[in-house]
């Protein structure tokens, strides 16, 4: 068997991580019998928070996996608390004992006060090695109650994934909890009254196994031939047409898209393949937001809504990657609500889209961050977050040297590079989890950027006043950097409203001409001409400035570069 | 030179095809050797250390297998020539061979293709090699052109550029030369790391103060590979300041036109060389020697690099390594990009042949930077040094 078996995306598997949950289904022998164990593989991240919520409403019991060598994160935290929302019976397993900086009774102590109990109930796996790893299979059995469910009554399944298969068109997964189903049954989903005939059902184990139906408790998943999830939407019902129930189970809520970034190709006749390419992750994807959008500066593309920064980075990698295409993804953006002295209120999820005249106020989302890192790092963590605009909600100690900071703080300030400089000012030590928090007012405005006087759209972003001079400086000091010089001089300013408050100027360059062609060498001469003007075409024309993309990117992208990849 | 353009096998059949007929026919010589390689230099050029079994002294042999090499392949292509307007032996250091060398060529040359009566036949020479006897000789054998590798006056400079001759020795030989019969002319390089701007000025006058009839000044190119490129990365020597090269050349090319020397080409003043507007004007040239490049009525081809690699491809064939055939269309943009580097540039009509729009030619007319007469487009003194940028942006609204 590889490594990283449920992790199916070549994203998830170089990156370590888990971004889509996946259903397994296990058989244990313990004491004579066999049992069927149905497991739901989650993501971590806090992004993904909705997989994971989603996920735990399908189950009786967690696992609770922690790091040995790491101990408890921040994220730890989310999804405890997550499962002890649901009524869950709680396992906690610490995992990596074989890695040689593993401490396991010091974080069995954390992952007691956490929970309470003893530390000697928290069990010790590798999963790399297999160790304590049967003990905690034993261990589900005795603790995690059977599911209950009526065998007798009408059939009803909760959709706790659905993903689009090229081949096979959507795989619905579902958790049995009334009744059973049967292939070639016609099924009803609840909410929208759609029937469709079961074309094949089955279990996860580990791949696909067909099976000859459905039972209570068991997690499986439905093949009807529909083409698009939104037929087979996650957190409904599935039913039997003949017999069908009269209420449906407690669904859940759609994840609220928290950050906007605008995503272009970087050839404009990639528009239609954008769209198509979002079309088809929209299917596996029902988090994914979009709508057209245009920019003077880079032309068509679409506005995009994402759990948060990194489902952005994933999106945009996966579209690359998967389907081949060259994009920017300008400067992520949180959703503001403004109200102009006259009254009329806006809601900007781009800062072009920002009102013009008097504004009586902006208002901007904020988060509760919960941020857990050994108690060296208080300082260092309080400095960051109040450079961010962030005031304490509290502090705890859990152990002897590990510190919770919870904090209320502007999402805006942590969607840019927040979390990159948590992790180096903490050496990589501190973990960072956040819900929503509602919206509160702040002294924000808009950063504009002009080149030759006039305005990139593109460019734009809203920052907060005491801000805004160190971030225009710093965008047109950038620019100047990398938009290279023209035939004549180029000025780059950066304003609020009509005030200049920084200013640069890319001089006009004086000397482009090759000296000599080399021995008749015309031929290397001509090609190195065709290079610059395949080059030519990466370059957009803002009014009469050639600027490459790779300064939108750079400008857009925060500063410190990217960071060490998130968890 | 960094690496070969790719393009396609030379034509097994020794066959060119004769898409146009570019009018007067040239040579090109290439001699491979060095004594010792300078820091900047990225031009085929072997060391004896790096030759192999390549003996100097017989390389004359491989140049005349491929003179009838040439004159085979032209005659089966039915392509006539017309008598060689000029002759040009670069290098590498072409000062290095004896005189007997290249008079066996220049005969083999004229045999084969005839001379032209007013024909230009140029050698170039490094100071350090040249003597007043190998002067006279190369005279006897029928080089009429020495065109001398001074690069700087500033030892400082010279030996940023590992070149290993004394500046003073340049008077002397270059009048001997005149007094000879040679027309002679220099080579300047500006731009090596750290020559100020007063060095260069000096340079520029010790350079005119010897007469010569022509004068190519060169910004020096940090070519990829060289031990220049190597420091400069290391930081152990400046990168190139183009704005301050941009200086020089503005006071350089003023102050030869006030010596009578006018500018004719991006780097060249004084007396044009007919070999040197070859190129440019996309005549037709046989590049002899390893390395060496050829333009024959559109077709474009380049040899072997290394002697012995060269060597043996003639006797088993062709030395060619590849070969290209320039289309209409690649044709007009080579045009646009070669002729715009002359003081003639090019005929209107070629814009209009290629669809550049009317509004960028407006755009530098308006800006200075391209002046126009009743049929020809040329380059501004202001827009000279933007020449490469210029043809760029005329050519990229065009379907590649």
Not at chain 1, 512 to 531: F, H, N, P, S
């Amino acid at each position: 068997m590889r490594d990283q078996y449920l992790d199916r995306m070549d994203i998830e598997r170089e990156r370590g991580i888990t971004i889509k949950s996946q259903a397994v289904r296990l058989p244990w022998e313990l004491d004579g019998v066999t049992y069927a164990l149905n497991m739901i593989d989650t993501p971590g991240h806090v992004d993904f928070t909705y997989e994971v919520s989603r996920s735990l409403a399908a189950c009786e019991g967690a696992v609770l996996l922690v790091d040995a060598a790491q101990g408890i994160e921040a994220q730890t935290l989310a999804n405890l608390y997550l499962a002890l929302e649901n009524d869950l019976e709680i396992i906690p397993v610490l995992n990596k004992i074989d890695l040689p900086a593993a401490q396991p009774e010091k974080y069995a102590e954390e992952l007691a006060n956490l929970i309470g109990g003893d530390p000697n109930d928290c069990l010790r796996v590798s999963g790399k090695t297999g160790a304590g790893v049967a003990e905690l299979l034993d261990l589900i059995i005795k603790r995690v109650p059977a599911p209950v469910g009526d065998p007798a009554a009408p059939a009803r399944a909760m959709i706790f994934d659905s993903v689009y298969d090229s081949y096979r068109g959507v795989v619905t997964y579902v958790r049995m909890v009334d009744g059973q189903l049967s292939p070639r049954e016609q099924i009803t989903m609840m909410s929208t009254k759609a029937n469709h005939e079961l074309l094949e059902i089955g279990v996860i184990s580990p791949e696909p196994v067909v099976s000859a139906g459905l039972g209570v408790g068991e997690v499986g998943y439905l093949i009807t031939g529909v083409k698009d999830v939104r037929q087979s939407k996650v957190g409904d019902t599935v039913t039997s047409k003949q017999r069908p129930a009269q209420t449906p189970l407690k669904g859940y809520s759609d994840p609220k898209p928290m950050v906007f970034s605008g995503i272009y190709p970087i050839d404009g006749s990639d528009y239609p393949n954008l769209r198509e390419a979002l079309d088809k992750l929209r299917l596996s994807d029902a988090s994914l937001v979009y709508e057209p959008e245009t920019s003077a500066a880079l032309g068509f593309g679409f506005r995009c809504g994402f759990l948060g920064l990194l489902h952005l980075e994933i999106i945009t990698e996966r579209l690359e990657r998967e389907f081949n295409l060259s994009l920017i993804a300008t400067s992520p953006s949180v959703v503001y609500n403004v109200t102009r002295e006259d009254g009329s209120e806006f809601v900007v999820t781009n800062p072009s889209e920002f009102p013009e005249g008097k504004i009586k106020s902006v208002r901007e989302p904020m988060v509760k961050a919960t941020i857990l890192a050994p108690k060296d790092y208080v300082g260092t963590i309080m400095e960051l977050c109040q450079s961010r605009r962030g005031t304490m909600i509290d502090m705890q100690y859990f152990g002897e040297d590990r510190v919770q900071l919870r904090y209320n703080l502007p999402l805006a300030e942590i969607v840019f590079d927040f979390f990159d400089q948590l992790k180096s000012k903490t050496q990589g030590y501190a973990s960072l989890d956040y819900e929503d928090n509602g919206y509160a007012e702040g002294d924000l405005v808009k950063v504009d950027l002009l080149l030759q006087g006039e305005k990139v759209d593109a460019f734009s972003s809203i920052v907060h006043r005491d801000k805004a001079y160190a971030h225009g400086t710093k965008i047109a000091a950038k620019l100047r950097e990398l938009i290279p010089r023209q035939q004549f001089e180029v000025p780059i300013q950066a304003a609020v409203g009509s005030r200049i408050i920084a200013r640069e100027t890319i001089r006009a360059i004086r000397k482009d001409v090759l000296a000599k062609c080399y021995g008749g060498d015309i031929t290397r001469k001509r090609k190195l001409l065709e290079k610059q003007k395949e080059g030519k075409k990466r370059m957009k024309m803002v009014g009469r400035v050639e600027v490459p993309q790779e300064a939108f990117i750079a400008a857009l992208s925060s500063d410190e570069g990217k960071g060490e990849k998130k968890k | 030179m960094g690496a070969l353009p790719a393009g396609e096998p030379w034509p097994l059949s020794n066959q060119l095809q004769s898409l146009r007929n570019s009018g007067s026919f040239h040579a090109y010589v290439h001699i491979p050797f060095c004594e010792v390689r300078c820091g900047y230099c990225d031009f085929n050029t072997y060391t004896s250390s790096e030759l192999g079994e390549v003996k100097r002294s017989d390389f004359h042999n491989a140049l005349i297998n491929e003179i009838q090499f040439s004159k085979r392949v032209l005659g089966a292509s039915g392509i006539e020539t017309t008598p060689l307007q000029a002759v040009f032996f670069g290098g590498g250091t072409p000062s290095l061979m004896a005189a007997d060398q290249i008079s066996v060529v220049l005969a083999e040359l004229q045999s084969v293709y005839g001379f032209d009566s007013d024909i230009e036949i140029t050698l170039e020479a490094n100071p350090e090699s040249t003597t007043e006897g190998l002067l006279e000789r190369l005279w006897e054998a029928g080089v009429n052109r020495i065109s001398f590798g001074a690069q700087s006056f500033d030892p400082d400079v010279l030996r940023v550029l590992d070149r290993t001759h004394r500046p003073e020795l340049l008077k002397p030989l270059i009048d001997s030369a005149k007094s000879i019969g040679f027309r002679t002319s220099l080579d300047l390089i500006y731009g090596a790391p750290g020559e100020s701007i007063d060095s260069w000025k000096s340079t520029v006058e010790r350079a005119l103060s010897l007469g010569t009839e022509h004068i190519s000044a060169y910004s020096l190119i940090v070519e990829e590979g060289t031990k220049l490129a190597k420091q400069v990365s290391r930081g152990e020597l400046a990168d190139v300041d183009e704005d301050l090269n941009a200086e020089k050349y503005e006071w350089a090319s003023s102050e030869f036109a006030a010596h009578g020397l006018d500018w004719y080409e991006i780097s060249n003043w004084g007396n044009p060389s007919i070999h040197n507007m070859a190129y440019w004007e996309s005549r037709n040239w046989w590049g002899y020697g390893p390395g060496a490049h050829s333009h024959i009525n559109g077709n474009r081809f380049w040899n072997r690099k290394h002697p012995l690699a060269h060597q043996k491809a003639l006797e088993q064939g062709a030395p060619a390594i590849g070969w290209e055939a320039i289309d209409v269309q690649t044709h007009l943009v080579e045009s646009v990009m070669l002729r715009l580097r002359t003081k003639q540039g090019f005929p209107k009509a070629l814009l209009s042949e290629l669809g550049v729009p009317a509004e960028k030619v407006a755009k530098y007319l308006a800006l200075g930077q391209l002046k126009m007469d009743r049929d020809r487009i040329y380059i501004s003194e202001s827009g000279r040094l933007l020449a490469d940028g210029i043809a760029l942006d005329l050519v990229s609204s065009l379907a590649s």
